[in-house]
């Protein structure tokens, strides 16, 4: 059933260099070659233009049909199921969301009002100089390449997030498939190709590329007729992107999500009112998915009082006694244990690990309990520990919280536990950390990522490379555009979202006004 | 009455580096050392946070105090003057237009819509889980680093379009005063600091460092509380700057607007109705402020025949005749002349030089005939030559204008002179170009940038380093935000422009809809 090769325009392509498997799984995957990158980009180039031409219609029903097929396909789930270890309910739920983001894309490609239309008409009589007539919008920027997560093989993977906003777009996508979920990839895939060819749409818009070599990642990103990169994983992995990108002869920009350790600030009063409960949720939080979250909980603030205490305590008793979890590979669990053992080797850190006993790439919970002082003398202790562990940190003072604050990098999310009193009195902190992250919530876990207008999935480096971008909900569409100015243009040549009557009822900015009537 | 110094949170501070002076100007500037920009930006980064918080009106005074200063200054054009040698009239233009840059962002500003806000309001009945109440708005990136340009001493530096920008944005500004024209740098820092002192604003908002060394343009970009830099100028500092910004533990981004040659198509039905229109028109643009505008006309394409040649003669005659004028430096003077002399010296390019006499700094206008073999067998006549000159390809066909449109570089603009029945018979040019150019014109000429909303003054590298971004227009602010989402937050503890009751009266998008109402 799997054929286990790269897919240039919609076709399998043969290879001579190799191949791979997943761990977990026995089928292997013939690495693709620079000479697959090179027709991948070409094909996605020469598709381009047509792509982008096509109604808006057209582009939005490849994506519903691309949801329908992912939404239908069971052998997806069993795929991802036996390559990641993930849960089948977990699994379930990411079908329904990756579909779920395909048709919010759909509806935003079809609405037509995300072009960010702008028109200011001649004034002829102006002095001294007549204004011309000037009119602009977004268009695509052109090929694009896609490095799916780990963590998400569905939602975040060859038709995740990032492919469904390049499309919605207008871009042509190449995606580079994840050496961890190869099935998953092609399985995906083949539901692309197959919409694709449903809906009328070229067969050079999609690529699918298999490798685990550094090299070949370069030469994607590197390619003269790329203009985008998004990618979700490691620090490590997204910088040596971003850096390829830099010192290209045109820089492209790369959308890297890179993750954070998303701290939790719980409040005195809070603490006081509901401490067991933020407890409760915390463990909870990051537990879920064994701690494989880009938003996973991975430091924890409060002043070290008695209340502290206790709520430390239930955290370390709930971490005793929390099951093993099996990781996405076992790799990353030899990392997660090694990380563990860094940290619990540090001077004035104390380890709790989970008492059951763990089998084959499952990873131990762990907790760790340390003082600011610490925190900000050892790097480590701030920086991400991918799997289920949190860190917590006994402050002296709430101006100690603030000066962590203040120290932090740039994260994905912050959270603050907080009574009304507590937000009036510590209002400083939300300030502080407005400048830190891309998402703050109050009274909430920051795991469980709305798909919707609202939602910023980013933040400032290291969370990610360019926190003016989102890669989850509508806005995500924006880094795969930009503007065009069309200055006297007759109306036939236009777009249709700049002419006159309006045709495609978008909202526009008329003379500085917003509004949906023609001109 | 000039004092000659750097200027750090509105203070003049003493210097031991050495000065220098503009070549045309006795006057002295004491080199900024990197402890002034360490000084500038740890100023900046402390006011930051009080800057950011102060109400839409203050900010928007602020920039209404500084464009009357400007305006009122005539001791700012008669400095220029003296510096830049350029006319007085274009230099009194120039300052109405810088005015009017900082009084439109002072409109948006109070406007505040440009802030996107957008909101999803709480579904607690959704399942399988709740959907919590989550808000959006842009708020500012943190310290901005100007680097003006030289061709344009008051619209494009101290209190140009990037400080009116990032200060309408919320974003401290520290200026890198250009070396070319110090003393105007020097009197509109001191209109800014007026302002800042007058309307209430923290003086860490604004510093002006004088300094003609690579290395202190790199510690300012490098300074780890730096989060985005402007810039206008060569793509070989332009480059410098993103390359130097890229290397960062954190990089930030740069925008660098670095000029282009601007092709104008000539397509043969505008030949015949108005061959000698266009190129009387074309020469006014060549010419105008000597050549040294971004999007001054350097590369002309047209099908070779008959009307073409005709074209070309007339184009040739007002060439013999230009006038000589005086450039912003010797330096560039002397770049203008080495790049004429290296172009006229490639077998198959016929070169036309003014014949007029010129004196010291002054350029002869010159003229460039060759065809598109040419063209494409050596880069620089494709390249950008600083100064009053075009170069004119005679192309075989159309399907050869095709070609080279599709070999160009990243431009600022591309103008095509046609007929509706060229238009529509030489369609695909418009397609082509779209994904080359920031602005496309019709019948017109690409000198002349409006500031308005729909204006997109940037383009694909190298025009810019940033083809999302403008540098001209409304649409600049958004360079120096980013989003943040705040998720389950109380009313009292969110922006203003979050709040149900909607305050500022801006327009957001809610659950879905754009809209001014409340909640």
Redesign the interface.
Known sequence: MLIGKSFVAGEPVDAAEGSFSAGREAARFEEASTGHVDRAVDAADRA??SYR?LPADMRASFLDRIAAGIEASDDLIAAAHAETALPLPRLT?ERARTAGQLRIFATLVRDG?WVDA???RAVPVRT??P??D???ML?P??PVAVFGASNFPLAFSVAGGDTASAFAAGCPVIVKAHPAHPATCEIAARVIIAAADATGIPSGVFSLLHSTRADIARALVQHPRLKAVGFTGSLRAGRAL??AA??RP??I?VYAEMGSVNPVFVLPGALAERGAAIADGLKEAVMLGVGQFCTNPGLVLGIGDERFDDFVQRLDAHMRAAPPGTMLTAAMCQSYETGARRLSGIAGVATTRSEAVAQDAQALPSLFVTDAAILLSHQEVSEELFGPSTVVIRCGSIDEIYGVARQLQ?QLTATIHGT?AD??EY?PL??IL??K????????FPT?V?V?????H?G???AT????S?SVGT?AI?RF??????????S??LPLELRDENPRKI?R?ID?E?TKDSC
């Open positions: 381009f233009d031409h739920g009002s702008r028109i200011d001294p100089l204004r011309p000037i009119r602009r268009i920027v052109g971003f850096d830099a010192v045109e820089p920009p740039g009304p937000l009036e209002a939300v300030s407005e400048n992250v891309g998402r703050l919530i109050v009274n909430g469980g709305e919707c207008p609202s939602m910023h980013g400032p480096y290291p490379t360019d926190p003016r989102t806005a924006h555009a930009r503007p065009v100015a069309y200055q006297n243009f007759p036939s040549l909202w900015l500085g917003l």
